[in-house]
């Protein structure tokens, strides 16, 4: 892995999104082989939240995300550091509301939004560890969270292959289709980085998130990692950060709290 490639300041990595922004999802539709509106979909309805609520979208690019949300009259807020993703997406849909912000210091009051999303987007987070102190501060006690990312293959042979794709044929595809073609072999480097299923749900729980369950999708190329925010009078819209701050236990303890949907 060329590690130099994934060690870009926050700034590099949203001007590279800037620069891939009016191809982006289609793009992500051949790369994905036509998969990716079925993971979101499957996110969409683990969020499972109504007209009149409000939801936030984090790195919710051109608003491919969002759309779902508004067409059932969801008031949802399309959260992006890219403003190339954010121009585009505006462009296409003016009737959601597209915001800029950094996942690690988001621009919303505490206790905001019903749910919180983010969908391929926390591995491009410079610390995802703070976003997911972030979004549990800005959701509403007893508020759900749903995560979708690129994840690790449950079949040690489908592993070998789905890496293999990664680092030959995306690049290869990406130069045909995409304006940066560069910008795919930084993506394709991010997801075989990107730390396995129990250790982001590990992260979950170190956050200050409960109820952490997750769905491995297409044979664990995707995983959908569900949770809750603590309900109650006493939830402390900082728990999230004062838990990063104090948690030295290591992940196979917090292991034992995860649940794995089989489906």
Known sequence: ????????????????????????????????????????????????VKAGQRVLDLAAGTGTSSEPYADAGIDVVACDFSLGMLKVGKRRRPDINFIAGDATRLPFADNTFDASTISFGLRNVNEPKKALAEMLRVTKPGGRLVIAEFSQPVVPLWRTMYTEYLMRALPAIAVKVSSNPDAYVYLAESIRAWPDQDHLAAWLQEAGW?????????????????????????TDPA??????????????KLRRNITRTQR
């Open 239 to 252: 728990t999230g950060a004062k838990a990063l701050a104090s948690h030295t236990g290591p992940v196979a």
């Open 1 to 48: 892995m060329n590690r130099a490639s994934l060690d870009k300041r926050p700034d590099e990595v949203a001007t590279m999104f800037d620069d891939v922004a009016p191809k982006y999802d289609v793009v992500n539709d051949v790369l994905s082989m036509g998969q990716t509106r079925r993971w979101r979909r499957i996110v969409v309805e683990a969020m499972d």
């Open 210 to 234: 409960e109820d952490v369950t997750y769905r491995n999708l297409s044979g664990g190329i995707v995983a959908v990692h569900r949770a809750q925010k603590p309900d109650g009078p006493g």
